[in-house]
């Protein structure tokens, strides 16, 4: 099907930067096919101009030299043949079908659906999912937010119930293992950053182990020992309940527990615990009552703790900061924000995965058990895989036995753009447009009280050789046999009645068709793309998605979405809100929200907070008998493997070119450490964890404290030189992490804590 695209040549052309999860508004002008010129877009209602650094080099992303342009078959020798879509399509649908007949749907796992800023291909790999009976799956969520989610769960009711802070109106922004100024997660960060610190009236209060270029500009750096938060966050605690620092009104008129988690805090010795964060009691007693005082406090848990000990214990501290001070459900605070469709795996609560018995948050499988679950003869391990639009070969922990387990599947297929570490393994590789080639959209909605999404048109058409992941889900999901003609030959003719009638006409027959034949309800994506999608304007099939996903938005929020200035009721709300998105290409304001909104939104059976989580009131307990001070003498480093800076891009771009400054990926260490190490400046060091050894160059960095060292993210990919010959530059963090060095409670992995050895190499 022909692509259409909005704009002519040398016009600048609407579109998003798709290197971190903000997605900022940029236009972009072309010469021939490259990304030629930048500029932030001003009529973007989220970034409003706004860019970092990094949105000029995304032509690296468009013209890489290890674009697929041909689907690959592997062959016996591991070397791989191009094959037409039409053989690809069919022998994966036949492969897949036939490791489903002999082992059940269940044994196929999906992993991805989408990276940094391309969410829409994820929604069709749901109908695939379903056409195969696959029903579990993860992402790379399950390495950062599950344990987060899961707290949310138990204090509101809902995992869903995410949070977004007010960074711009908050009075104080705490940061705790966040660098925003490096990694966003916040519209326009630097300037909010900027704001916040040149304040006399605000505070900006970071907990990090570096100096980052976010605690440079902090009126508070709480430079914490790595790994020791859980001691830093309950010190921060234990100070609001002995001073009595609490907001009364609020615990008592809107939580439940309080008298639990109070007594708990009540013991802990300040003094001590700040001794073990290595802070000085009186600046921990100062941030505290500065947290307190506020009028409003939002705050930020990222990385830094949730990829470290005790992650889903840290979450939960952090939030009860916030709600002990009842700085939620107000301006400046926390809120819990829209959605526009959600980002986790589905299925019901309570889910285990199927060999080892681990928990699933918000149908996520947790990444680091997933080589136990393919590596074993176990009757209901895994034994195929698709994965989309993600890199698990690199990005997951232990990345030898990653592969290892990849190696064991009996049917591997990867969409991806480029040849990743996790394609040179697959079975089948089929090549995906890029994110300027087809329809696109972030599912990282995640603001409040003004919520935001922007439909992305196509730039370029496709290179020859590739499709969109709407179109490849299509094509397999029939090549399955799921949906018939007969299936969808009412929908068909509704559709052909929508230029005239409508739309509502259509969702009315919509909803009787899935009704009749309900295993269509779960192909809808596909459903939808073959009969709505092929009316729709602009050539937009692809958003046909989106229009489901607009109609439950409006039925979920439909006050929010009218204060966001649509009229209707019903089918008409969403279909009013699905125009927009269509012909607003900077993107629009979908949901307005009131503050009493976020108690609207708590699940729990009162709308109250249930401040009290037995387990992690237990993990709080126990930390009284650890001592983060202590070191394994083998290994006295703390890594942090995979650190954001302006030179990453997670593996987005995987042309090294692309690094105009710290190009080799530079493992940095303290000046004192890398005097007593006799390691220069630019040197080469070899460093050692339990699981694995490699060499990097070293940049001497007084943002460190000794003993702690830090490699950044995303580094250690393979990429063709001139001649073609794969070159590996830098380090991949996770050739020295271990999938055992995870959160007892959701298997977030340990990233940012990898103990290591240092030498001269
Ligand atoms: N430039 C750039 N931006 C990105 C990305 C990128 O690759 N490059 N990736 C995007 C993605 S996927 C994500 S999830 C976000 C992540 O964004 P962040 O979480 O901000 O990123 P990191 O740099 O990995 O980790 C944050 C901080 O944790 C600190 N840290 C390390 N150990 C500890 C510890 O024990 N305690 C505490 N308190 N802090 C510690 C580090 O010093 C670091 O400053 O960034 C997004 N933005
Ligand atoms: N050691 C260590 N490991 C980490 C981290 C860390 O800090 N340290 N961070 C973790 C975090 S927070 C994250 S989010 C993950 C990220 O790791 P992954 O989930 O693996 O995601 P990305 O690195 O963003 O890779 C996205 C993939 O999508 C492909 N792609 C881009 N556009 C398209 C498209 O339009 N269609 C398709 N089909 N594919 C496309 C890219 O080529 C790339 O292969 O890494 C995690 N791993
Ligand atoms: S990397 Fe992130 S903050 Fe920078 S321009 Fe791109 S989307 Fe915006
Ligand atoms: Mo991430």
Known sequence: MKIYMRTQDGAWQKTACILCSQNCGIEVQLDGRRLARFRGDRAHPASQGYTCEKALRLDSYQNARDRLTSPLRRRPDGTFEAIDWETAIREVAARLAGVRDRHGGESIFYYGGGAQGNHLGGAYGRATRAALGSTYS??????????????????????????????????????????????????????????????????????????????????????????SDAFCLSALLAVLVQEDLIDHDFVRDRTNGFAIIEEVLAKIPVADYAARAGLPEAQVREVARRIARASSVATYEDLGVQQAPHSTLNSYLEKLLYLLTGNFAKRGAMNVHSRMAGLGGGGGIGRKTPVGGHRIITGLVPANVIPDEILTDHPKRFRAMIVESSNPAHSLADSQRMREALRALETLVVIDVAMTETAQLAHYVLPAASQFEKWEATFFNLEFPRNYFQLRAPILEALPGTLAEPEIHRRLVRALGAISDDDLAELKVAAGRVATEGRAQFAAEFFRVTAERPHLMALAPVVLYETLGQVLPEGAAATAALWGAAQICAMTYPESVKRAGFEGFGPELGDRLFDALVSTPSGVTFTVDEYEETWRRLDTPDKRVRLAIPELLEELRALAGEDPRRRDPEYPFVLAAGERRSSTANTALRDPAWRKKDTAGALRLAPADAARLGIADGARARVTTRRGSAVAIVEISDTLQPGHASLPNGLGLSYPDADGRPQIHGVAPNELTASEDRDWLAGTPWHKYVPARIEPA
């Open 138 to 227: 993860s992402n790379a969520l399950a390495q950062e937010k599950t344990g987060e989610f899961w707290v949310d769960g138990q204090l509101y009711g809902r995992p869903r119930c995410h949070t977004s802070g007010d960074y711009e109106h908050a009075e104080v922004a705490l940061f705790v293992g966040k660098n925003p100024w490096q990694s966003h997660g916040f519209p326009r960060a630097r300037v909010t950053l900027k704001e916040l610190s040149g304040d006399p009236k605000r505070a900006l209060i970071v907990i990090d182990p570096r100096r980052t270029e976010t605690a440079a500009l902090a009126d508070f750096h709480l430079q914490v020992r790595p790994g």
